[in-house]
């Protein structure tokens, strides 16, 4: 079945960077777009990037722009998340999400069907 | 603006029907996606489009949209239901992609 597994928990220093894992089984991983949202503790989900596997092409959350890199391993059919000069307000549940959409008359949705279990990202010192 | 909105917190009395709102630009030319979240676990896709429900879904949730404002509707409320609601739409700029800030569904 189509699955997302993330890597494990990681709790870092401020400032300091983490780079964190998704990997897609059970479809073709350049098909679909992937995501990353984020939910901070006792907070909501918060779009952060997303990569297109198939040529690399990714878009970034405009508050986390220059912070946040979105890679992609066809070969091992990865998507890797790495945040740098971490803050405290970094931290949070990262998921990872698969993109899927239709397009109805005029308009388009988007949405997320699957989902990969969450990598919690502590930033503390 | 890329921004959805929606009520922060909602309440519905066993059985009744409840709608969870979600307004924004961007819904004008993007139909909301609806997830249901429960403490501790991932987002669960509950509706997408303009009259798709997923897989495994209750036909109690349902879902509409007019102009800038999409609806999730319950009818008919149990108290499984009782999560935080989440909608979600790719921003008019097409660059971005956004959720509200969701709403927390209390069943008495």
């Known amino acids: 079945q189509v699955q997302l597994v993330q890597s494990g928990a990681e709790i870092k220093e401020p400032g300091a960077s983490v780079k964190i894992s998704c990997k897609a089984s059970?479809?073709?991983?350049?098909?679909?777009?992937i995501h990353w949202v984020r939910q901070a503790p006792g907070q909501g989900l918060e779009w952060v990037a997303v990569?297109?596997?198939?040529?690399?092409?990714?878009r970034y959350a405009q508050k986390l722009q220059g912070r946040v890199t979105v890679t992609t391993d066809t070969s091992t059919s990865t998507v890797h998340l790495e945040v740098r000069s971490l803050r405290s307000e970094d931290t949070a549940i990262y998921y990872c999400a698969r993109d899927e959409s239709i397009i109805v008359v005029t308009k388009t949705t988007w949405f997320f069907y699957v989902w990969g279990r969450g990598t919690l990202v502590t930033v503390s010192s | 603006s890329s921004e959805l909105t929606q009520d922060p917190a909602v309440s519905v009395a066993l059985g009744q029907t409840v709608t969870i709102t979600c307004q924004g630009d961007s819904l004008r030319t993007c139909y909301a996606a609806w997830y249901q979240q429960s403490p501790g676990q991932a987002p669960v896709l509950v509706f997408f489009g303009h009259n798709n429900r997923a897989s495994g879904i209750p036909d109690r949730f349902s879902g509409s949209s007019s102009g800038d404002t999409a609806s999730l509707t319950i009818t008919g409320a149990q108290a499984e239901d009782e999560a935080d609601y989440y909608c979600?739409?790719?921003?008019?700029?097409?660059?971005?992609?956004?959720f509200g800030g969701g709403t927390k569904l209390t069943v008495l």
């Open positions: 979600h739409c790719r921003a008019s700029s097409g660059n971005q992609w956004v």
């Open positions: 990569i297109n596997p198939s040529n690399g092409d990714k």
């Open positions: 059970g479809y073709s991983f350049t098909r679909n777009w």
